[in-house]
């Protein structure tokens, strides 16, 4: 049987791309992601104009990239239906093979597989020690205990900074600071000006919602901003937290713990009904913190992560 060939999205009729985007909205709202008004139409135009570059397959599947400076993101979505690994590894293949040599790292988003197909694709793409697949949990928490209208003792000598009050320059040296070592150290930023970008971002509601309500920081008794926390809306009755930051030298005093239930607190009295994070399934100390808290995982998500060797 002959392999079938990925066509280049600019060259797919526009109605006909315009559906395939319509489904990787759907499955990434279905996930909780944030996408802003007019996302697919803007999607399709930036895939038929090379801003994006993206490719089609035929019996059910599209792969696209954007491009940043040394860095792409990518996704991978196919349709359910016969050898969906097989039109997976497609899709990846051709994403990887039009990487310029400007590009050091990719990471590849993959939706419309079950868990099964996941294992599959896992097991069976090649990939070594500059790739790799990771694995990421959603997890939810309801917000409706009556715990959860009870301020939590704030640790000493800790105070409260409120979050707009912050700069962003502090907030930013803290949040990079914070991830150094953790499995999530590049999942979103290569560089702090990425990074400090990426807060910007969420502070000005591009990934939701901004709950300022929600949000808070903490200072010492010099001034020195130890920790803080994130929080957006992600639909109706339904809040995620973004982020949340705790200096290395501030581990293990319960901060990132009394962060969590003060939010909670703040969520409850503005009525949301669920609480929901992302935690890569390799960050063991995060985990292990959710479970206390009682989160449980909703869904599972994988992204394929590819480095250029050296």
């Known amino acids: 049987m002959t392999e079938e060939r990925p066509r280049p999205a600019r060259e797919v009729r526009a109605d006909d791309l315009l559906e395939r985007v319509a489904s990787v909205r759907q499955e990434l709202l279905r996930r909780g992601e944030f996408l802003p008004p007019g996302w697919v139409d803007e999607a399709v135009e930036d895939l038929r104009n090379d801003r994006l570059t993206g490719w089609v397959l035929p019996s059910g599947g599209i792969g696209f990239l954007s491009r940043r400076p040394e860095r792409a993101y990518g996704h991978v979505h196919v349709e359910p239906g016969p050898n969906a690994p ?49 694995s990421r949990f959603a997890l939810d928490r309801p917000i409706h205990s009556p715990e959860d209208g009870v301020a939590p003792a704030l640790p000493e000598p800790l105070r409260h900074w409120p979050i707009r009050s912050v700069p962003l320059d502090a907030l930013h040296s803290l949040d990079w600071d914070a991830f150094q070592g953790t499995p999530d150290a590049t999942l979103v930023a290569d560089t702090p000006e990425e990074n400090r970008q990426m807060l910007g971002e969420i ?24 920790a803080a926390i994130l929080v957006a809306q992600q639909s109706t009755g339904r809040a995620i937290i973004l982020d949340l930051m705790v200096d290395p030298k501030g581990r293990g005093h319960g901060i990132g713990a009394y962060l969590m239930r003060w939010s909670f607190r703040a969520l409850h009295a503005l009525g949301y009904e669920t609480a929901s994070l992302w935690v890569t399934e390799s960050n063991a100390p995060a985990r292990r913190l959710y479970d206390r808290l ?15 060797p050296s």
């Open 86 to 134: 097989g039109r997976s590894s497609l899709l990846l293949d051709v994403l990887l093979g039009s990487l310029d040599g400007a590009i050091r790292r990719a990471d590849v988003g993959l939706t419309g597989l079950s868990g099964a197909e996941e294992a599959e694709l896992v097991r069976d793409y090649p990939h070594g020690p500059t790739s790799s697949f990771l």
């Open 203 to 226: 502070l000005a509601g591009r990934l939701g919602l901004f709950l300022d309500a929600a949000s808070t920081a903490l200072a010492d008794d010099d001034g020195r901003l130890v």
């Open 294 to 308: 009682g989160f449980s995982t909703r869904l599972t998500a994988l992204i394929f992560r590819w480095s250029r």
